[in-house]
T-cell receptor, first 115, second 116 residues
Framework: AQKVTQAQTEISVVEKEDVTLDCVYE???????LFWYKQPPSGELVFLIR??????QNEISGRYSWNFQKSTSSFNFTITASQVVDSAVYFC????????????FGAGTRLFVKA | GAVVSQHPSWVICKSGTSVKIECRSL??????MFWYRQFPKQSLMLMAT?????????EQGVEKDKFLINHASLTLSTLTVTSAHPEDSSFYIC????????????FGPGTRLTVL
C-alpha cells in the first residue's frame, strides 16, 4: 500500500533562515508521481512541483528546491532565505499509476516563519 | 493551469439537513473527479473517486449512502452530505483530472461545511 510520511509536524524558523521539509514515501509501483503542495490559511491548495519516478534530477525554482532520492524513498523540499509569506502547511503527496491512480497525502508540515 | 471551482465556498446548516457541494472544471473536461475531506489541522483524506457517467468508488470507511456523489457531466460533480451531523463539519476539497491515469490533478478551493 502507498504511504507518505512527513515526520515534522511543525517547524518554526526566523525569516531568512533555510528550512528543509522531509518527505518519505512507500510504494510497490515502479511508476509513480510525487508532489508538493502548499496550503495557506485560506485553505486552497497551491501546486508546487510534480516529479515522476524516473526523473531523479533535483529541481530548483527560485528559493525552492527539491531533492528526490529513490534509494532512500525521499523527496525533500528546501526553502532558502525563508520569508513570512512562506508560512503555511506543506503537503507531500504520492500518486501510483498502477495502484488505482489515487493521490495520497502526507500528514503535512506546518511552517511558521517569524519576522 | 486548469481551473476548478467549488460552490459554495462555505455553508452552515442545521443538523439533519442535506447539503450539496458542486465542483466544476471551468476550462477542461474532467473525466475523473476526486473528493477529499480535511478536518482541522489534519491531512486531506480521499473519500471517493468518480468517473463521468459511472458510479463513484468510495474509500474504505466512507459511507456511500451518506456522501452521495454524482458526476453527470464532464464538467460537474456534486457531493451531497445527507442528514448532516456536527461530526460531518469539515473542509471538503474536490479535484479534477482529464483521465484516471492523468498525472495532472487540479484542486478546487474547497468548501467549509459547519453543521450546527
Amino acid at each position: 500500500a502507498q504511504k507518505v510520511t512527513q515526520a515534522q509536524t511543525e517547524i518554526s524558523v526566523v525569516e531568512k533562515e533555510d528550512v528543509t521539509l522531509d518527505c518519505v514515501y512507500e510504494t510497490r509501483d515502479t511508476t509513480y508521481y510525487l508532489f508538493w503542495y502548499k496550503q495557506p490559511p485560506s485553505g486552497e491548495l497551491v501546486f508546487l512541483i510534480r516529479r515522476n519516478s524516473f526523473d531523479e534530477q533535483n529541481e530548483i525554482s527560485g528559493r525552492y528546491s527539491w531533492n528526490f532520492q529513490k534509494s532512500t524513498s525521499s523527496f525533500n523540499f528546501t526553502i532558502t532565505a525563508s520569508q513570512v509569506v512562506d508560512s503555511a502547511v506543506y503537503f507531500c503527496a504520492l500518486k501510483e499509476v498502477y495502484g488505482g491512480f489515487k493521490t495520497i497525502f502526507g500528514a503535512g508540515t506546518r511552517l511558521f516563519v517569524k519576522a | 493551469g486548469a481551473v476548478v471551482s467549488q460552490h459554495p465556498s462555505w455553508v452552515i446548516c442545521k443538523s439533519g439537513t442535506s447539503v450539496k457541494i458542486e465542483c466544476r472544471s471551468l476550462d477542461f473536461q474532467a473525466t475523473t473527479m476526486f473528493w477529499y475531506r480535511q478536518f482541522p489541522k489534519q491531512s486531506l483524506m480521499l473519500m471517493a473517486t468518480s468517473n463521468e457517467g459511472s458510479k463513484a468508488t468510495y474509500e474504505q470507511g466512507v459511507e456511500k449512502d451518506k456522501f452521495l456523489i454524482n458526476h453527470a457531466s464532464l464538467t460537474l460533480s456534486t457531493l451531497t452530505v445527507t442528514s448532516a451531523h456536527p461530526e460531518d463539519s469539515s473542509f471538503y476539497i474536490c479535484s479534477a483530472a482529464t483521465g484516471l491515469g492523468d498525472n495532472e490533478q487540479f484542486f478546487g478551493p474547497g468548501t467549509r461545511l459547519t453543521v450546527l
